[in-house]
């Protein structure tokens, strides 16, 4: 089984309730920080967000929710039966592992299972109260059968899904600002019409093979500010202005700033932020409801993914007040 039960019997997060009139909702666990050994990718990375938030002031811990696991019907919608039997059993080769570029644990199972729950939570609540936020997911190069690139499982495909599946969302849009093109989420929806993917990346990094999304702009290594958001503004308006979604999944990567390890464009810390803000307010125009994962982001000087995080959740906490206001206007 890959559900995660507590002593009691009750699957993590079961018996959370939220306050509508909270700034938001954001979703986390401390189990997303694994310990990976020396790496390029800073698991604490969730926790030092919330602990910037809560001590900023900007959010209390009444705001923050511990997700469920995804169940295995909702895993099964998207990784194939064999894959998830090899995650139970932990049987990864060593050539697995490098493709993976992580160190298959039983710790960093828990976290994937627990992550995609949480964006899939996220999602609902978003759905209810117009944006929502998870400290984790984004884990858009796991495919249906392998996980690849620091992915285990794809949250976000999972999340899709289960909504569809539940009949609530009918049709959904998913934004991928990561650095890196989105090559496990582009290749599971390749034949799905339900679902729409958008992607603003490096062209010329990993991955090396990027499946075709709806729409992909790869863009040159250096890419600024100003040419971003123009591309980013127009043809997300095209996208949205084309199409009725019920759900917009926004991956809102740090990795395209300027001081990161792994990425080679060149946004600033207020480019990002007005990034972040072009989306949850094109979407807000539009009655869209947004989940917020946080995806990559791997900056030199690891508190500079924090703020860039912490800035995108400021963020959506404007979108979301704007959009209540706007309500009872």
């Known amino acids: ?14 018996t959370m309730s939220r306050d509508p009139a909270l700034p938001i909702s954001v979703v986390w666990s401390p189990d997303y920080e694994v310990d990976i050994g020396p790496h390029v990718f800073p698991t604490r990375k969730y926790r ?48 697995e592992e490098r493709i993976l570029e992580l160190p298959f644990s039983a710790e960093l199972r828990t976290a994937s299972v627990l992550c995609a729950g949480g964006t899939t939570m ?11 936020v998870h400290l984790g997911g984004g884990f858009h190069h796991a495919f249906t059968g392998h996980g690849e690139g620091f992915c285990l499982l794809n949250d976000v495909a999972v999340a ?47 991955p090396v093979v990027k499946p075709p999304g709806d729409l992909d702009l790869g863009l040159d290594r250096g890419t600024g500010d100003a040419a971003y958001l123009g591309l980013l503004e127009r043809h997300l308006q095209k996208v949205l202005d084309a199409h009725e979604f019920d759900l917009l999944l926004y991956l809102a990567g740090a990795d395209p700033y300027e001081g990161d390890q792994l990425g080679g464009l060149g946004l600033s810390k ?34 500079d993914t924090v703020e860039i995080h912490r800035n995108t959740v400021i963020e959506a ?13």
């Not at 089984?1 to 079961?14: A, C, D, P, T, V």
């Not at 759905?127 to 929502?132: M, P, Y």
């Not at 207020?270 to 900056?299: I, K, N």
């Open 1 to 14: 089984m890959l559900h995660l039960i507590l002593s009691n019997g009750r699957f993590k997060g079961e």
């Open 160 to 206: 899709a899904r289960t909504l569809h599946a539940g009949g609530g969302v009918k049709r959904t849009l998913i934004v991928d600002l990561d650095v890196h093109h989105g090559n496990g989420t582009a290749e599971i929806f390749r034949d799905d019409p339900t679902v729409f993917t958008f992607s603003m990346h490096e062209e010329r990094n990993y």
């Open 122 to 132: 996220t999602a609902r609540i978003a759905l209810e109260d117009g944006a929502s």
């Open 48 to 95: 030092r967000v919330k602990e910037r938030l809560l001590a900023e002031g900007v959010l209390t811990e009444a705001s923050f929710l511990a997700p469920a696991p995804a169940s295995e019907e909702d895993l099964a919608r998207v990784h194939s039966d064999t894959y998830l039997e090899k995650i139970r059993r932990g049987s990864f080769s060593a050539a």
């Open 317 to 329: 906490i404007r979108a979301r007040s704007a959009r209540h206001h706007e309500r009872n206007a």
């Open 270 to 303: 207020e480019g990002l932020r007005r990034r972040d803000a072009e989306v949850l307010g094109q979407a807000r125009m539009r009655g869209v409801p947004v989940a917020v994962v946080l995806a990559g982001g791997y900056a030199f000087d690891e508190e």
